[in-house]
């Protein structure tokens, strides 16, 4: 059984930092993409980034490029989201999921088996 588990929310002032985590269990980093996601009140889900099934490739949305980073850690089964120099517009639900073979890697319909979410709040 795939699962997907995000932690690491919580409040952040504007400039701050903070790092989520995206535990998988039930298969490897090695079998496909990771997404992240996030979702504001009143908004549509919408794409963050994304690590290659290799992790050798990363893709970012524009608004959060150049602060956010994606990487991975196999040996604990792990991807993190780096999120630096964060804004009142980042505050959202946070969410991890499988990309699904051959699935747009930018749009939630591409991807299975999300987390139940974390919330970042950035507010001073």
């Known amino acids: 059984q795939l699962q997907l588990v995000e932690s690491g929310g919580g409040l952040a002032q504007p400039g701050g930092s903070l790092r989520l985590s995206c535990t998988v269990s039930?298969?490897?980093?090695?079998?496909?993409?990771i997404g992240w996601f996030r979702q504001a009140p009143g908004k549509e889900r919408e794409f963050v980034g994304t690590?290659?099934?290799?992790?050798?490739?990363?893709h970012y949305e524009d608004y959060v490029k150049g602060r956010f980073t994606i990487s991975r850690d196999k040996a604990v089964n792990t991807v993190y989201l780096q999120m630096n120099d964060l804004k009142p517009e980042d505050t959202a639900v946070y969410y991890c999921?499988?990309?699904?073979?051959?699935?747009?890697?930018?749009?939630?319909?591409?991807?299975?088996?999300w987390g139940q979410g974390t919330r970042v709040t950035v507010s001073s």
């Open positions: 690590i290659s099934r290799s992790g050798g490739s990363t």
């Open positions: 039930g298969f490897t980093l090695d079998y496909t993409g």
């Open positions: 999921a499988v990309n699904r073979p051959g699935g747009s890697f930018y749009k939630p319909e591409g991807y299975d088996n």
